[in-house]
Structures are given as C-alpha cells and as structure tokens.
C-alpha cells in the first residue's frame, strides 16, 4: 500500500467535514480527499435502500483515486450501509459507531448511555448493538433528533441561543430522565453543539463520534505502518451539488475557510 495514497472521506453534506477537522490535525501529513453527496442530502430521513445506493456511489467515485483507507463521515450511512460498503470495495473502511460506542462503554460509570441520532440511525439500532457487544449489560437510551442538523446547517448552534436552548433542552430533558451518565453525539453535526450540551447538563459525559472515528484511523494507520511521512499535503473536496454553498459553509465544520476549490461532480 502506498503510504502517500490519498485518506477518503465521505458525508450526505458538511457534517463530515467535522472528521476530516480532527484528521487534519491529528496527521497533517495526509492526503485528504473529501465528498459531501449534498445532492441528497440529508440521508438520516431516506429509506434503508437510498441510503446504502448513495453510499456506494459515494466511495465509487472517491475510488477513482487511490485510496488507502476510507472514513464513513457520517452515523446515518455507517448505521445501514457499513456491510454493504464492505462487500463491494476493498480497502479499510473506518466508521463512526463503533469508535464512539468502545468511547462511552470505557467513560460511563452507571452504566447507562444516551444517543443523539438522526431518525435513520436510531430506527438502525446500530449504536444499541455496537455498545451491547462490548457490554450487554448497559442500558442504551437512543432519540430521534431531527431539528439539531437545520439548526447547525443554519449557523445556531452557539450556547447562548435561546432557540438552541429550548430544542436541545428538550431533548436533554428526555434523555436524562432515564439517569444517563454519558452521552454519544450520534452525528456529525452535533459535535458543534458541545458546548451548549454542556452548559445544559455539566455532569454528562460526552462523546463525539467524529473526534472518536479520527482517533480509531490513527491509531490504525500507526499500528499498520502506513502513516505518510512526507512533508506537505494535498486536501480536495468534491460535492455532487452547489459547491459554493458548501464552501461558504465549510468553515463551520471545518474550523476554517477552504481556500481550494470545492468541485462539483456529477455521479
């Protein structure tokens, strides 16, 4: 395997970017190749049958370039389509749920977990299956959570938002009645509403399933020997729809301006 080989990394829109964040820092010697389908986006309200379609299209066109591992960015396609992704392409395919549930089982002391999802995710069950292997004594409380992604899509995701609060509260509300000690942010997205989660429930353990999908590759890549050594790197973003919305978005996920181009395809 080449070393220098690109990391691929896919999302139904800029959710994913929030990974490809924790990457760049974590190894800013990597090659980065980034696709947002955000032609279909979001895929946490599509059928099981859409969602693994994207989602193969998604790595097909990333697999045009030469890949050495590839990152599921986003819970919803990782949830319904990782078996299928794994049958059709050969190469290492990292996810989001698998990381993040090790992350809460390891950090919860009551045993008892919550999960922040989109529809599709919870409907899945992939995070009350993924957390039950490593402990099947643990309690798995998982909600819907549909109103998070718009908000942040929408720039609202600041503590101090009033509307922020009020949605989230709600949410919290329902989740810590069943006594949870830790919560997974069962989306991309939701890493950017850490700290109003915080400010709500201080005492929660909270686990980001990007910042824990990121370590996972890591930790991966080292054990295996196939980190890039070289200095200097090359990140693309591609979209299969409005690249200049998604650019002028980016910074939100990404933690700072693309000043590249974001290129628009056609699958």
């Not at 986003?74 to 992350?103: H, Q, W």
């Not at 609202?156 to 509260?169: A, E, F, P, S, T």
């Not at 909270?206 to 590759?217: F, G, M, Q, T, Y």
């Amino acid at each position: 395997m080449n070393r220098n080989a690109f990391i691929g990394i896919f999302d139904s829109g800029a959710g994913g970017l929030t990974v490809a964040k924790h990457v760049m820092e974590l190894l800013p010697n990597e090659n980065i190749l980034f696709f947002g389908d955000t032609a279909h986006l979001p895929y946490g309200t599509k059928s099981e049958k859409q969602i693994k379609e994207f989602a193969v299209n998604d790595v097909a066109f990333l697999n045009r370039f030469e890949l050495k591992s590839l990152i599921i960015a986003c819970n919803t396609a990782d949830s319904v389509a990782r078996e299928t992704l794994l049958k059709e392409f050969d190469m290492p395919i990292y996810g989001v749920i698998d990381p993040a549930s090790r992350k809460a089982v390891q950090v919860t002391k009551n045993g008892k977990i919550g999960v922040m999802a989109t529809t599709a995710t919870v409907r899945s069950n992939a995070y009350r299956k993924a957390i039950h292997r490593l402990n099947r004594d643990a309690e798995v409380y998982q909600l819907p959570c549909p109103l998070l992604v718009p908000l942040v899509e929408n720039r609202r995701y600041k503590k101090d938002d009033m509307v922020v609060r009020l949605i989230l509260g709600e949410y919290l509300d329902e989740l810590t009645a069943n006594d949870i000690d830790t919560l997974v942010l069962g989306c991309t997205h939701y890493p950017l509403l850490y700290d109003a989660i915080h400010d709500l429930v201080p005492d929660l353990n909270i686990v980001s399933s990007s910042e824990e999908a990121s370590k996972a590759l890591v930790s991966s890549l080292t054990k295996t020997g196939q980190l890039n050594d070289e200095p200097g790197s090359i990140r693309r973003f591609y979209v299969s729809d409005d690249a200049e919305a998604f650019k002028k978005n980016a910074d939100i996920f990404l933690g700072e301006n693309i000043t590249g181009e974001v290129i628009q395809v056609a699958l």
